[in-house]
């Protein structure tokens, strides 16, 4: 083995798999329950799922051919009001922020990543070979403003998964206006927020939003993301991109109708935020502006979030988020009776 590992890249030795939330399968073969009774609210996805329009136009797809992304293209474009030549799509935001770290991250450049954030960020930034720059948020989780110097790239989450807060839009333009690097703002949530900052791309040359249809949208397992970026970022975008963006016939005909039935889109977060609400008001929880919620916890997390699986509500132990210590859970916003299974689990283990 020693003969051909030593072909693998030193950087992997800093990270750790990305921890994902836990699957019906896991919990299913761990505790011997039946998926029907597990309630899944630890990966953010949205319990609605998507628009009937979407499952029907996933009927017609032809498996056999490669995907055509230009009606997908003319939709987004009228969703994010930009036109098509700012918009780059790829596999999830995830597949987004893959391309865009490959086009502007060298070996031993800096990335300015204020934490407790998303992980898969440190994780792009590693496997370019550059040097994350993290900063704890403030109090409140406000994004530090004083960018470290020569940073390359910053990644902005807002709504921030795990802490659910929103960055202001003065913050992000301090922030934007205070380096030469790229800045990433990843609103991957924002449907679920009061505000989105995507009017900025027009005034910034270097600002790119990125999106998904993973969440509101509820296409997780289809895996579409796209971002808002200023011309000369998307055009270097398209150069480094995978073939087909990394989409399938699938992912684009289910984003294409997507698009087409935002009534839908609107109906399920409405649900959500109305339930967001009750459970922040019973649970005494910090605001959230995504489609989850953060909480503390009195024993470790951990322990928490296994007790938890152990009754088949699977939530996120937050110690894998950098920063997040060992007393944080995240739980995922779901249907009325999948809350009031997780407040009835959640109750008798914290009580
Ligand atoms: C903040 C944030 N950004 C990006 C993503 C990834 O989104 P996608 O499913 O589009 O890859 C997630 C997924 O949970 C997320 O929480």
Request: with cysteine; proline share 6%.
């Amino acid at each position: 083995m020693e003969r051909y590992s030593k072909n693998l890249r030193p950087c992997l030795s800093q990270l750790k798999p990305y921890v994902a939330g836990k699957g019906y399968t896991e919990i299913t073969r761990k505790y011997g329950i039946p998926q029907e009774r597990i309630v899944k609210l630890g990966s953010n996805e949205n319990p609605y799922g998507p628009s009937p329009k979407v499952i029907e136009a996933l009927r017609s797809i032809s498996s056999e051919r490669y995907p055509e992304t230009e009606v997908l293209m003319e939709g987004l474009a009228r969703y994010t009001g930009y036109p098509e030549e700012s918009i780059v799509v790829g596999t999830g935001m995830d597949g987004v922020m893959d391309t865009l770290t490959r086009i502007f991250l060298d070996r031993g450049d800096r990335v300015f990543i204020p934490t407790p954030t998303f992980s898969y960020y440190e994780i792009l930034t590693v496997m370019s070979g550059g040097q994350p720059i993290f900063k704890e948020r403030l109090d409140g989780y406000d994004v530090p403003t004083d960018v470290p110097r020569d940073v390359k790239m910053a990644f902005i989450c807002s709504p921030n998964n795990p802490t659910g807060n929103q960055t202001s839009e003065n913050d992000i333009i301090r922030v934007v206006e205070s380096t030469d690097g790229i800045v990433f703002l990843d609103e991957a949530y924002v449907e679920f927020a009061d505000k989105s900052l995507l009017g900025l791309v027009k005034e910034y040359d270097n600002l790119v939003v990125g999106r998904t249809t993973s969440k509101a949208f509820g296409l997780a397992g289809l895996r579409l993301g796209y971002a808002v970026a200023p011309e000369w970022i998307a055009e270097q975008y398209r150069r480094a991109a995978p073939p087909f963006f990394g989409l399938s016939c699938a992912s684009v005909a289910a984003g294409v109708a997507a698009m087409k039935d935002l009534d839908f889109m609107h109906q399920s977060v409405s649900k959500i935020l109305s339930e967001r609400e009750r459970l922040t008001r019973k649970l005494n929880a910090r605001p959230s502006q995504g489609n989850f919620l953060y909480l503390e916890t009195k024993a470790a997390s951990g322990s928490v979030a296994d007790s938890m699986m152990g009754k088949g509500v699977i939530i996120r132990d937050c110690r894998p988020f950098r920063g997040a210590g060992d007393h944080h859970i995240r739980v995922t916003v779901g249907t009325p009776e999948q809350n009031d299974s997780f407040l009835e689990a959640y109750e008798e283990i914290c009580a």
